[in-house]
């Protein structure tokens, strides 16, 4: 299962710096990349994204990671019989939360522009330890499909630090 990494760079007053746009249109690519073998094999995509919200990001940070995340789903059609999305964000192993959920029991009012204009706005930040790998537990319990889909779970992050090694988490 391919996952897709970032490092959260400081701007001044929340803009994000020249290469740091550089660097969001880069992952952008390589997200889009990722995303489009994986529909070569399935036409059912779920995709979850680990949004990092520890201490180590800060507050503008964090919310240029829910913005990279906004632009990489303003792309996709988001609907249960294609893509479902899931947002959880992480700080320290008492705050893994599931913010957005179209995954386990999707409704009718869960669609793309629900998740992009209200959903993920109302996110707010929490800031914290850094647990990566409960995040990618989280990730690993999400709901399934009944039928057989592609599971995707980015990870935006201020790095590797934190409490336990996501490698050790089995999907």
Do not use: W
Request: hydrophobic share 35%; with cysteine; proline share 5%.
């Amino acid at each position: 299962m391919p996952t897709l990494s970032s490092s959260s760079s400081s701007s001044s007053a929340g803009n994000l710096s020249e290469s740091a746009e550089r660097k969001v249109e880069r992952l952008g690519l390589a997200f889009k990349r990722n995303v489009r073998v994986l529909r070569e094999k399935s036409s059912c995509l779920d995709l979850v994204f680990l949004v990092d919200e520890s201490s180590s990001v800060g507050a503008n940070n964090f919310l240029s990671e829910l913005h990279f995340v906004r632009k990489m789903l303003s792309d996709f059609p988001v609907a249960p019989e294609d893509t479902r999305v899931a947002l959880v964000t992480f700080s320290s192993k008492t705050h893994v939360v599931t913010r957005v959920d179209h995954i386990s029991a999707p409704k009718s009012h869960q669609h793309k522009c629900s998740l992009l204009n209200q959903e993920i706005p109302a996110i707010n930040y929490r800031g914290g330890g850094t647990y990566t790998k409960g995040a990618f537990q989280r990730a690993a319990r999400s709901g399934r499909r009944a039928v057989a889909a592609s599971p995707f779970r980015p990870l935006v992050s201020s790095g590797p630090q934190g409490f336990g090694s996501p490698s050790s988490v089995k999907f």
